[in-house]
């Protein structure tokens, strides 16, 4: 049975720090692009970041490049989200999924996981 479960989420301070964990099971971790999808109240989902678990080449939406690091540990078979400065906006339900493409768009990630909520206070 395929499973990712995400964790971490929570309550945190403009400027504060979370991270984020997806542990995967049930399929090849290896041969797939584990990616970090978010959806706001009121708005669509939209991919934050990506991670190759082959050969570790990554991808950041604009709006998180220089705060969000993906990172993955295949010998645990979990990919990590690091969250560092943190802002109102990125309050959102974070969800991890496995596709097969770097750029996180919904229909080629087939496998998805529960999603964790992240509030950020102003």
């Known amino acids: 049975e395929v499973q990712l479960q995400a964790s971490g989420g929570g309550l945190v301070q403009a400027g504060g720090s979370l991270r984020l964990s997806c542990a995967a099971s049930?399929?090849?971790?290896?041969?797939?692009?584990i990616g970090w999808f978010r959806q706001a109240p009121g708005k669509e989902r939209e991919g934050v970041s990506c991670i190759s678990s082959t050969d570790g080449r990554t991808y950041y939406a604009d709006s998180v490049k220089g705060r969000f690091t993906i990172s993955s540990d295949n010998a645990k078979n979990t990919v990590y989200l690091q969250m560092n400065s943190l802002k109102p906006e990125d309050t959102a339900v974070y969800y991890c999924?496995?596709?097969?493409?770097?750029?996180?768009?919904?229909?080629?990630?087939?496998?998805w996981g529960q999603g964790t909520l992240v509030t950020v206070s102003s």
């Open positions: 049930g399929f090849t971790f290896d041969d797939y692009v």
């Open positions: 999924a496995a596709g097969i493409n770097l750029v996180p768009r919904e229909p080629d990630f087939g496998f």
